[in-house]
């Protein structure tokens, strides 16, 4: 065992970092003003500031740095850990900047394990080149979604064609006008069985009968710089049979191995959000002075900082090693450690960020600082890909087999 | 001791019980609509289903039902308690109907207790007929306000004048142009004793050189349903010297004085919110199915519904006792039963709603459920009127006196 | 609502607490010397002290104070309550001293409401006088038995006899000589619908067949000074047929009825406990003097201090609503929250002995301070009477079926 | 960074899990009994099964595993730190088999670092062949010891001699008539800076003027299987000045050193105790039945498994970085680190603790289950080594610092 941090990975975490200071930081307040000014409330992917940010990245080799293999970065999960946390400190922009936002990340991988060569040129390559952004439709209004079993949209084949009915929201990006492709989940065969009732489609945004029904809010937050969370109806929208994903019965199979590496982006931009809570947590109690004494002095506010710090180091550990067991032993071995930081990460996160917030008195929760909506996004990973109380579960299904073997 | 309801307060609450299913709960939506359609986005006051609610509760009685004494509706603190609760269930709009809501209630008692004959002509009739609102003008950007005595806005005697200069924040109301008067704590000494150095002034929001600067948000909402929460900047501010409430000097004892009622309401009507969230949170579960169970089956979430009646009947009896001492022993008599409420209500209300809303999953921090904007608010009630830091830590050396004693 | 305290009550609370500051407290240390030197290790009932403060406890009207009507010293439960909070102090010896010790308490009031009168004449009247201790055996180790149709026991009829055949543990006070009687739950008929399978029956400790197996520890203590917790085996144990209490298939209601005073006497006795505990507290950081201040000046103790006094007053009061809902509906009438306290109190008082301990350091987990034999008590309620988790799982029925009446 | 395991630890690993299989966890019960049939009470050491064990453990290299260098095994801190958490399975007597248990270990490196020849050939030899026994005396009763200014034990400089004065408690291991050596910490020079005025001297236990008061217990336990925690007094106690450990103020810098690896040891033997509880919970709930289903099929008991693996897996990776932080930097370098993990420790393991507990009914907190002994044990490590507030303080204040640097 060996924690020596990987010196490539430093070496562009170092790069990143300058980026930030001196190119994302700076340009967080002109994003913002930028997407105000915009004509579309919810096409933050067409705004200046973003696209100059965009070469920055690509000049520096930090683009699509989520991506293993050819078509990205080829850095490992590992590798890409480091990175992610940086972006963490400015959710908005950085992302964005460095092509390593979801939906997109995830979608794209969709497309790079299991696109035809058709689907690739058709969407992947303008989405690796940034060009156009994606959607993935799967939680569903009307049913507890984390039980795939619910899932009701259907996908009928009807000739050379599919027919898509049904209704999706949560559907992160979806606002936005750029989101050209959609990947929706929905049911081929609702007879097969139970994991192979399933598949995936790809619907273009603009398909006759998709209809955008109303952007979600989060809190009071509709997320317009991260293209809003979608309500969407499909009324009997016909694509080609050739826009299936993988094969009929595959969706929930894909589903699975979407999932990994989306929470280990998730958890490591999450690791970066606390840091920038804990950072911002010290600065304010530094200077705020209140019966005498700076806040920094108080027992109480020490205490949130230690306890912070002790939880958050432990949770970076967890994610790291899991992302080091997806790079040795793939998604699958390392099934019980996703759900675990899925499970971890909201936990301590948020914990920090409601420090942060109450060290920063009604400020904490106001639009001077990022911790409200930082916290209001943190707050949506406790139920995003199923309830952390489904994924308790399983684990602790796992763990009792497991224990039973080891009793013999 | 004798727990047994008060019948008088029952028979309001019957009533009120009555207009919030028939009038209130199906105006909600009316409400929002028309607030919308407002030409003024903040002047939630003139909104025409309102006044309908309010000619409703005039002719229950349930008018001013928070003032004791003549001017209100001559309730007893613990009568008006169960009243207030209930006005919980529909914190938008139930309270207002009532005109009960803060901060005009606060300011009413205020003016009722302190002010002279001319000011209570001048505001606080109009007040108590529902013309205009108010706000309290007490928070500051940039100092700890929770100590008194780095209130940094200055009123100064010119004259027959007061000149006021200073910036405050987290104005809740005084976006509505409607909120004709704003009560503004000050220093009239600085080199006064620590807590005779404040005063309070009535301000006219129209008065010369008073600036709204902006509307806080809290979570992204910008709370416009409440008349929002102001930045306000006071330049060279003249008004009449006769404006003083009290005299100078008295301004920490007023604010102290405003304090005991004002969290009583704020308790009771949370009180009300968490019992909300416990209905929505059943009737969720009841309905839901996941694994092949209606989600009120599983245990983790019987769990939270068994921990949110547990720990709300416990909370409800001791900021009962709390009114039952106010009308007893009088509102310093219970300064630690007060304090204690003020901490224990919203550590309670929030967990609870948490729970709530991850028994909804997405839907629960959406607009589509009232959950959302309720923990927003409720998680306000952690620093408002000071941190809860601050207050444990000022029970805590009470306590201490308190056992210091006993020993001898 | 009212919540003076009762004049009856607080008379006799101001003799009691003369008594403990005269009588019980200085004789604590007497009580553990006199205990150690005793022939029998069990045999706590015989110390001479504790006959002296016997006849002090009759003298001044408090013998039996927790026995309503005639037969003990006709309180209300809720008048009861404030003396039992007061023997929370001292809990070794105060109710051994008033007569009002678990478990004989609860087998008293099951003898005077279901016993015969040759049942009250053998056993309740020595009981009454103190001359004898008792027990009640339900628990058993091989089953969750808070599951009362695990019980494994077996009560069967043979001629004009019973024959009874079992295990049992955690039998409170059984290890004591003195414990003449044990009331023993078994089931006389398994076949009998789900709750009326159980019997209750009374059994001589000195009954041939009655094997005392050995004292159960709880965290290293043996409780001698409680009469230990014993395991018990039944091998073939006959007693007249007269003994069985009430009639066959009552096992199960008189156990029901036994627990709502039981509880009620824990929780206020739980919560002189804790006050107890918050008074070493304070005590202790404000004589320690740690990095040049008391500790009583750092700002988390002051937080633990402030944390204990909000909830316990919370949970004090619910205790005491339940002890009015018992005198004016009923025990069944106050099921809800006679489960509710069951829940509430252990969770609040061990986190306040929590404190206190950490607070003294070492020495608060050793003999020299009662803060941790108390925390170890205090432990057994989380799942004595069943798991606090099948408490919670009931009431939260309850709950789902008063909010699915109330949808209509 | 690479989280494969060091391939010759595993090999120990494998070795010592046989060993506890074949050998340790066999002896349990004889060692208890022999115990409980040894002429002194105190007397752990001289077991005959211990004896056997202590061969076993020589024959497979494992003895005096956690020294590093020549005089032990030569193994690091993060190959030793996967051996304890395997001996933290049977903590009463694995590390004692492998020579490896506290407070030897530290006392072992104390005289290891910074003892004279003559001191290693008196007291270290005969530590290191397990011949005797030594103990710690650091900490007091009058006086918080977390604050090593406190300290009012005297070393007084007398012609060749020093001449020791004071009053120690909860000195482990030192009711063992076995442990021939005290290491004391006290005074030789109060007006000397703050940091500079304690020293260690060597004290041989039955030198005169040393007297053992009594034996501290925890909760209920007097811990004689670790030779329990003394109270000794020290009158006049006149030793050669060559037992002087270091120099005069050399003793707050010796302290510190020993407590790096003492803490690793710790936290990591801690790890297993919480494996262990992991593994009879989960047995356990598998077997038990209530209400119809196995109680590993209840979602509440899910929830903690899964919390309890999720937990101990983010606290393992911590303190194994920990390990090797000393390994590559250094007890300083890990200063950080080290404080981390002696606050992250005892929460986890203790909340583990308590749901396994709760798991077993009131089997968990009596002598039936390695449990309630190791709830007790693992308790005591929130204050062992000054309370976790006091660790907290000072993390929290280098935080601050470190965050201020980073601000420039």
Known sequence: MDFTP???????????????????LPAQQRFEEELDASDDHWAWSRVPVLQELRDEARRRGLWNAFLPGEEGAGLTNLQYA???????????????????????TGNMEVLAQF????????????????????????????????DATNIATSIRRDGDDYVVNGRKWWITGAMNPD????????????????????????????????EVVRGMHVLGYDDHAHGGHAELAFHDVRVPASNLVAGEGEGFAIAQARLGPGRIHHCMRSIGVAEMAISLMCERVSSRVAFGRPLSEQGVIRDWIAESRVRLEQLRLLVLKTAWLMDTVGNKGAHTE?????????????????????????????????LAAAI??????????????????SLAKAELKRQAAARG
Not at 83 to 97: H, I, K, N, S, Y
């Open 6 to 24: 990987d010196p490539h990975a430093q070496e562009l975490v170092a790069s990143l970092e300058e980026m930030m200071r001196e190119h994302v």
């Open 82 to 104: 480091a990175l992610a946390e940086v972006t963490g400190r400015a959710l908005d922009l950085a992302p964005a900047a460095l092509n390593c936002a979801a939906p997109d």
């Open 115 to 146: 696109g035809t060569p058709e689907q690739k040129e058709q969407w992947l390559a303008p989405l690796l080149r940034g060009e156009i952004r994606s959607a993935f439709a799967m939680t569903e209004p009307d049913v507890a979604s984390s």
């Open 179 to 210: 989101a050209k492709v959609l990947i929706v989940m929905g049911k081929t065969d609702p007879s097969a069985e139970r994991h192979r009732q399933q598949s995936m489609i790809l619907v273009p945004r603009d398909a006759e009968g998709v």
């Open 338 to 370: 996703i759900q675990a930081i899925k499970i971890a990460t909201p936990a301590t996160v948020e914990w920090i960020l409601d420090k942060a917030i109450q060290a920063h008195g009604g400020g904490g929760l106001s639009q001077d600082f990022p």
């Open 376 to 393: 209001a996004g943190i707050r949506t990973l406790r139920f995003a890909d199923g309830p952390d109380e489904v994924h308790k579960n």
